[in-house]
Nanobody
Framework: QVQLVESGGGLVQAGGSLRLSCAAS????????IGWFRQAPGKERQSVAT???????YYADSVKGRFTISRDNATNTVYLQMNNLKPEDTAVYYC?????????????WGQGTQVTVSS
């Protein structure tokens, strides 16, 4: 029922910026956490940023100060603004949300969008 679609990935040079979008259909995010995750080849999936029902945000140390997660309630879209990109940011980025409100169990995932940062 809930569908998430990521977009905005691409190839960018180190130091550049990208803005990823996660468009949700089927419901709003008012009572749900939305997380951005990434996975590079041979690496474990890691949490990048999270925005919860209260609009509080959380970031991995590796991206803190460079990435910003936000949401637009009018369009039911969550964004990940990525600045000062580094080669180690290269990964497939996914957004995810939970089936139940006020829950951190991520049940719904988008298809992912590739971010490649070159030196």
């Amino acid at each position: 029922q809930v569908q998430l679609v990521e977009s905005g990935g691409g190839l960018v040079q180190a130091g550049g910026s990208l803005r990823l979008s996660c468009a949700a259909s089927g419901r709003t995010f008012n009572s749900y956490a939305i997380g951005w995750f990434r996975q590079a080849p041979g690496k474990e999936r890691q949490s990048v940023a999270t925005i919860i029902w209260s609009a509080s945000t959380y970031y991995a140390d590796s991206v803190k100060g460079r990435f910003t997660i936000s949401r637009d309630n009018a369009t039911n879209t969550v964004y990940l603004q990525m600045n000062n990109l580094k080669p180690e940011d290269t990964a497939v980025y996914y957004c995810a949300t939970s089936k139940r409100p006020w829950d951190y169990t991520y049940d719904y995932w988008g298809q992912g969008t590739q971010v490649t940062v070159s030196s």
